[in-house]
């Protein structure tokens, strides 16, 4: 990856680290779960309001590292509207995105694709994955931890 990429990048990571999009408790979600990864301690929990098949609203609270807290944020943005099966499908991309660098066309011109470096460092792809692994155990009812 060349320099003037990887500042962009970093930048688009620090932006939604400090000022995270979709935060705090939704207070008529439907569904909601919790990541916790336990190399850190860190934790986040996930909210989701679903209605019929769509997801109408997706927030997160807690606290986690630059890379955990971006990657919430993007998947709170990400994950707005989508029904059950495309947020299914969007995890799926998602994870091979940060575990194998594979950018889908889902992630071409998001800030998501920010996030595709992390493949270079495997211990903060669990980091990266947390709030998605959330969502993804939120939209099929666990109300449950998840250390994925
Ligand atoms: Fe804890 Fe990244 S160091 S989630």
Request: with cysteine; hydrophobic share 40%; charged share 25%.
């Amino acid at each position: 990856m060349n320099p003037e990429l990887r500042d962009l990048y970093q930048d688009v990571i620090l932006s939604h680290s400090k000022r995270p999009h979709n935060f705090g408790k939704l207070e008529d979600a439907t569904q909601t779960s919790h990541g916790y990864n336990p190399l850190c301690g860190d934790n986040i929990r996930v909210f989701v309001k679903r209605v019929g098949d769509r997801l109408e609203s997706v927030t997160f609270e807690g606290t986690g590292c630059a890379i955990s807290t971006a990657s919430a944020s993007i998947m709170t943005d990400m994950m707005r509207g989508l029904t059950v099966a495309e947020a299914e499908t969007l995890v799926e991309e998602f994870k091979s995105l940060v575990t194998a660098g594979t950018v889908a066309d889902s992630f071409e011109d998001s800030d998501a694709s920010a996030l595709a470096g992390v493949h270079e460092y495997p211990v903060r792809i669990k980091c990266a994955t947390l709030a998605w692994n959330a969502i993804a155990a939120a939209i099929h009812g666990k109300n449950e931890t998840t250390t994925e």
